[in-house]
């Protein structure tokens, strides 16, 4: 069964402490994983999308990579406004359609 | 260019209604996908439609159903609305065929059944 996890359920940082959210993953044939942030309230917002294993995404403060297994968010030197949860999901190759979330990761950012 | 977009922004209704949510996607996209995050649960797929078809939908009982217009935008029927229905109802839309890989979301719809 296709499954995402990711860790940890919330993390807090200093603002310039630099993180990696962890998005472990089994999907029967990769067609693409996907990192989104949403905030309270809100649609989640793309950020990402990475195909195949050593890719590397980059917006900002903010880098993808991709494993076969697992995928990284790193961020750097965050700031406040970087304060929200980030979803990953994935998409097989089955086509259905769907994406498949892990429940997140809520970051604080404090000043 | 306009995201997408949903309606109504609340809606508020009791036990054994029907709910209709709306949704209409990014110019030229031509796939719509509906979701539900419940509080706790994460984002659980409801439905996608592709050029006016149903093509998958999730593990959710029949009272959910939906239908694609022409112009693509989309409506979400929840029937014989019960407590667990409570949530944000989200839509995403994508390009349709080969290219249709990311997803992009619309706000959302926050349903709540007393």
């Known amino acids: 069964e296709d499954q995402v996890t990711q860790s940890p359920e919330a993390l807090r940082l200093q603002e310039g402490e630099s993180s990696s959210l962890n998005c472990s993953y089994t999907?029967?044939?990769?067609?693409?994983l996907f990192w989104y942030r949403q905030d309270p309230g809100k649609g989640p917002e793309f950020l990402f999308t990475?195909?195949?294993a050593g890719e590397e995404k980059e917006k900002e403060r903010l880098k993808a990579t991709l494993t076969k297994k697992e995928s990284f968010l790193h961020i750097t030197a965050p700031k406040p406004e970087d304060s929200a949860t980030y979803l990953c999901a994935v998409r097989s190759f089955r086509n259905t359609g769907k994406l498949i979330f892990g429940q997140g990761t809520t970051l604080q950012v404090k000043p | 260019e306009a995201g997408v977009t949903q309606s109504p922004t609340h809606l508020i209704k009791t036990r054994g209604q029907q709910a209709t949510l709306r949704c209409s996607p990014i110019s030229g996209h031509t796939s719509v996908y509906w979701y539900q995050q419940a509080l706790g649960l994460g984002l659980q797929f409801l439905l996608w439609y592709d050029e006016g078809e149903e093509r998958n939908r999730g593990n959710f009982p029949p009272r959910f159903s939906g239908r694609q217009f022409p112009n693509y935008s989309s409506e979400l029927n929840v029937n014989a609305l019960e407590l667990e229905d409570s949530a944000l109802y989200l839509c995403?839309?994508?390009?349709?065929?080969?290219?249709?890989?990311?997803?992009?979301f619309g706000p959302g719809t926050r349903l709540t059944v007393l």
């Open positions: 990475l195909y195949s």
């Open positions: 995403a839309s994508s390009r349709g065929g080969l290219l249709n890989n990311e997803q992009f």
């Open positions: 999907v029967s044939g990769l067609r693409g």
